[in-house]
């Protein structure tokens, strides 16, 4: 396929680095702070400490080309057909915005400045990739592309507006299929039949672990703390071999499938849902875990929703895996991104009902007008339903966390009532 | 009548091999079951309950002499086997009861071989040797459900579909040939296939269950002109071709052959409606042998690699049209038969006998897969409906080929056999159904549906997702990444339902 360049070469601008040593410091004192927040935690794997490494982009193997990928609609097995090793981008450290907004506008979502900010600091993960993908998932991604250009060829790859399958399921598999010839071109190696049939299986035997690890969560929240297990998840995508974190996330299951509670356990249950919650903004879930209340389910995608679902494999035809991973990635997709959130309430509804939370909380990320914009018929849609609902609206600064706090609080106790 | 153990057997297990009588079973049990408060007295209750109070039933009929003779039409061994083995093993939910029935078709298996064993008692002993499977038709069809049966609890979705489907195309194809009652079954089989036959005119090929005055058709395809072939007599237009040869004006006249093709075809026909109202068009999906010779072709694609063709919309009904407007047409011709001169010509054509089975492929395919490329047909002439199917038959056959090959299940869109089924799909006893709240509409179940359905997809506020057109594969149950999301329900109770466990993910590799 012809691989058309997608930005104006012309207004190329070179690259700018930014060093600051405040904000260095301070994103320093940030992760600082979140590992001790890790520390603290009860009942922790033993081998968590591999995941940790893992989290802070100390296991990189240097052979393959990393690519940097935004957001669930990249399919990470295509990157990992074509020779390459997937790295998310995202970024949740606090001190990073400030980079960001040096050259990125105000008021874009902290999120898009943190891991614009990684680019940018010639010392993280994300400088180190030789591409980047993004999908046009929302304004500031739509635009970060373009800019990341201007360091590394960047693909975007184009979404449609409306999950419908019969008027855009064939133009996802051929912004698919350019994403491919990009890679090619990165990584220099085809994407092949196999390759890719090999990298879907291993996603679907991830998606097994992580279903595993819900199930025992889910009859005993105690065995496994739900920021671990976000902290498993993303270090999934970041850059580790795949084969070596299945084996390290059996290892977890098989030690706290032997976990046994000392006493029953009477905290709250509830589903997460919302903005993603990226290392090292783990500030709502410690948030959660401190008040009482145990995240059994969430929709996050940087937690359970990124590798829940498994790749349905039928035909093994290189178009047919393809159209497979559309649908997995863009058609099942509860991202607002799309123009109906009736997938997002459908499954928060059905998490309530499979995994009896008591509630549900909502993590709006300020500055980010979608998941803004939806709060509210989330909010009505459960209240029809009885089920109690709290919107928790913030950005990554750490300055708010004692009013959450203490709004959290009262909502937990409001649920004891019921 | 003289009481030996074999006629008490027959007079106690009569009216369970009654179609109508299974379908009254089969229908009362879940409304017991939902009547009933605990689980566990259910069992007793509810199974022997409502068949002891139709055996008596039936036996009361049967003191009419009239009324015991039309029942005894009516009864075949599948009504049987299906009420025994097939229907309790779908109502049973896991643990011990299921263990304890499972006795049930271990027995039948056991007795299955005693069967097999019986049937070569009585080959001479000057000529033994192999003879297949010499053994009748009720024990064969009672032995491989059981084994079915037995086989489904060792097996995932996929695995058993492939070998319900191979079992029934060797049965269906093969059956008539390998599967026979006993030793001078086999030779007058054996002679019967060194008869030349003449296929403009061929009347009776498969008389493996040969029980005077009776018939047993399928809603799919095991063609009757396999030679020795379909274990049964064939699939549901050869009935309807059948009803249509009848002269009526001989009907009219008090002729006594043609009441008795009348009846006997009649009592075909509703044992047939009974059979599709009980598996509606689960017949195509998992025991048709023409679609299980095309899946061969389709797995040979899917091994290549090739993506497979889903064709628009205005296509789809335009196979269903064609389909539909051949059936009408060689349909005509089957009504002409009786009319017939003496040149065997009607209005100047020459027309033979079964019209329709001329262009169906079933009457090519299934031969040459039943007895090799011998078998073949020989093609009518070229004096018959102007002489476009001599070639359009190859035409016909190509098609069959090339649409198996291109996409999944192309050619059943327009297979009228299996439509007359799609007609219970919904209404029917079986009923695929969707709980929405589970579904994230990913799509998967349409792209996996053989036959291109979006219903299930798409339907988000009734739970009952079936349509005309599916073939109840289970495909979409198989494949369905979401616990619980698509379950197939039989009579209200559910039969399987999609998983996604872990383990099976994980174990994948």
Not at chain 1, 131 to 146: I, M, N, R, W
Not at chain 2, 8 to 19: D, Q
Not at chain 2, 457 to 474: G, Q
Request: aromatic share 10%; hydrophobic share 40%; net charge neutral.
């Amino acid at each position: 396929m012809k691989n058309e360049p997608q930005f104006d070469e012309r207004y190329r601008l070179s690259p700018r680095h930014v060093d600051n040593p405040g904000v260095e410091k301070r994103s320093r004192a940030v992760l600082h702070q979140q590992q001790q927040h890790l520390d603290r935690l009860r009942n922790r794997p033993r081998n968590i400490a591999y995941f940790e490494h893992a989290v802070r982009g100390e296991n990189i193997s240097d052979a393959a080309p990393l690519v940097g990928y935004f957001c669930n609609m990249t399919p990470p097995e295509l990157i990992r057909a074509a020779g390459g090793v997937p790295v998310r981008l995202g970024c949740g450290n606090a001190a990073l915005v400030q980079t960001g907004e040096e050259v990125l506008a105000g008021d874009i979502c902290p999120l898009a400045k943190a891991s614009f900010a990684c680019v940018v600091d010639e010392r993280s993960i994300a400088s180190r990739c030789d591409a980047f993908v993004l999908p046009t998932s929302c304004d500031a991604k739509t635009k970060l592309g373009e800019i990341l250009e201007d360091y590394r060829p960047t693909f975007m790859i184009h979404l449609p507006p409306e999950q419908n399958h019969e008027l855009f399921l064939k133009e996802t598999v051929k912004s698919y299929q350019r994403l491919e010839a990009f890679l090619g071109g990165v990584t220099g190696r085809k994407v092949s039949r196999k390759a890719l049939l090999h990298a879907v299986r291993q996603g679907r035997e991830q998606a097994g672990l992580v279903r595993r690890l819900q199930e025992i969560r889910s009859e005993c929240p105690g065995a496994l703390s739900v920021q671990d297990l976000f902290l498993m998840i993303q270090a999934a995508s970041s850059g580790v071999d795949m084969e070596e974190w299945c084996r390290e996330c059996r290892n977890v299951i098989t030690e706290i499938e032997g976990y046994s509670p000392e006493r029953r356990r009477f905290r709250h249950r509830v589903v997460l849902t919302g903005a993603p919650a990226i290392w090292p903004n783990f500030k709502p879930l410690s948030l959660l875990e401190e008040c009482g209340a145990d995240v059994v389910a969430d929709t996050l995608c940087s937690g359970t929703e990124s590798c829940y679902d498994p790749v349905v494999i039928d035909e093994t035809g290189h178009k047919s895996l393809l159209r497979a991973l559309s649908l997995r990635y863009v058609f099942a997709s509860p991202c607002p991104a799309f123009i109906s959130q009736g997938k997002r309430l459908n499954r928060v509804i059905n998490l309530v009902d499979e995994f009896t939370a008591d509630a549900v909380i909502n993590y709006s990320l300020r500055l980010c007008q979608l998941f803004d914009a939806e709060t509210y018929r989330l909010s009505q849609v459960l209240k029809q339903r009885q089920i109690p609902f709290m919107n928790m609206r913030t950005d990554y600064s750490l300055e708010d966390i004692e009013q959450l706090r203490v709004r959290l609080e009262a909502f937990l106790e409001t649920l004891e009532e019921i | 009548m003289t009481l030996n153990p074999e006629n008490i057997l027959s007079v106690l297990v009569a009216p369970f091999t009654n179609p109508l009588m299974v379908l009254l079973i089969v229908g009362m049990i879940p409304a017991l079951l939902r009547r009933l408060p605990g689980r566990h007295a259910w069992a007793v209750t509810a199974v022997f309950g409502p068949p002891i109070i139709l055996w008596g039933t039936y036996h009361l009929i049967c003191l009419n002499p009239t009324a015991a003779e039309w029942l005894s039409t009516l009864n075949n061994p599948i009504a049987g086997a299906f009420l025994v083995i097939v229907y309790p093993a779908m109502l049973i939910p896991e643990g011990r009861w299921r263990q304890v029935f499972l006795v049930i078709p271990v027995g039948f298996v056991l007795w299955f071989f005693v069967a097999i064993y019986r049937g070569y008692q009585t080959v001479p002993a000057d000529e033994s040797g192999f003879y297949w499977l010499l053994v009748s038709p009720s024990w064969l069809i009672s032995g491989v459900m059981a084994l079915l049966v037995i086989l489904h609890e060792f097996m995932d979705l996929k695995w058993f579909r492939r070998t319900v489907r191979a079992t029934c195309l060797l049965v269906l194809i093969y059956g008539g040939f390998a599967l026979r009652q006993d030793f001078s079954d086999y030779r007058n089989m054996l002679d019967r296939r060194a008869e030349e036959k003449n296929v403009m005119t061929l009347q009776e090929t498969s008389p493996v269950m040969e029980y005077p005055n009776k018939m047993i058709h399928l809603p799919s395809a095991p063609c009757r002109f396999s030679t020795d072939g379909g274990y049964v007599q064939g699939c549901n237009l050869e009935l309807f071709q059948r009803l249509l040869h009848i002269n009526m004006f001989d009907l009219g006249s008090g002729s006594l052959a043609a009441m008795n093709t009348l009846s006997a075809v009649l009592a075909a026909l509703m044992i047939f409606v009974a059979f599709s109202f009980i598996s509606a068009r689960w017949c195509c999906g998992w025991l048709c042998p023409l679609s299980t010779i095309g899946d061969v072709l389709n797995w040979m694609r899917k091994r290549l690699g090739l993506p497979a063709m889903h064709p628009p919309a205005p296509v789809k009904t335009g196979f269903k049209i064609s389909g539909l407007s051949l059936v009408g047409v060689t349909f005509l011709m089957a009504k002409a038969t009786p009319h017939l001169g003496e040149d065997g010509r009607f209005a100047g054509c020459k027309i033979p006998i079964f019209p329709f089975c001329k262009v169906c492929p079933g009457q090519q395919v299934c031969p040459v897969a039943g007895g090799g490329l011998d078998e073949y047909p020989p093609l009518p002439g070229t004096e018959w409906a102007f002489g476009f199917f001599r070639y359009g038959m190859l035409a016909v056959l190509g098609l069959f080929v090339v649409s198996f090959m291109l996409s999944k299940r192309l050619w059943c869109r327009f297979c009228p056999m299996g439509m007359f089924s799609g007609l219970f799909n919904r209404g029917g006893m079986f009923a695929l159904q969707k709980r929405a709240q589970k579904c994230d509409k990913c799509g998967v179940c349409a792209e996996v549906c053989p036959m291109d359905i979006e219903t299930v997809r798409d339907e988000m506020k009734h739970p009952d997702v079936s349509s005309f057109d599916c073939v109840l594969c289970l495909r979409c149950v198989e494949k369905c990444p979401q616990t619980d999301c698509l379950r197939l329900e039989h009579n209200g109770i559910t039969v399987t339902s999609s998983t996604c466990s872990p383990e099976h993910l994980t174990s994948e590799k």
